[in-house]
């Protein structure tokens, strides 16, 4: 699968937002059919209260 001009620059974008990119590229299977996404990303979630995570 081709990168478009702008893989890239999201993926960094997203990378400078705290995401962080788990799958590049996305690969899923559902079924017989297969999916191909350009990036599979998350993001880490944390709370804190009084010194505690």
Do not use: N
Not at 27 to 52: C, N, P, T
């Amino acid at each position: 699968m081709a990168k478009d001009i702008y893989h890239d620059s999201v993926r960094i974008a997203l990378e400078k937002d705290g995401w962080i990119i788990t799958d590049d590229p996305f690969i899923f299977r559902l079924d017989r059919v297969s999916f191909r996404m350009d990036l599979g990303a998350e993001r880490v979630i944390s709370a804190e209260k009084i010194q505690k995570r």
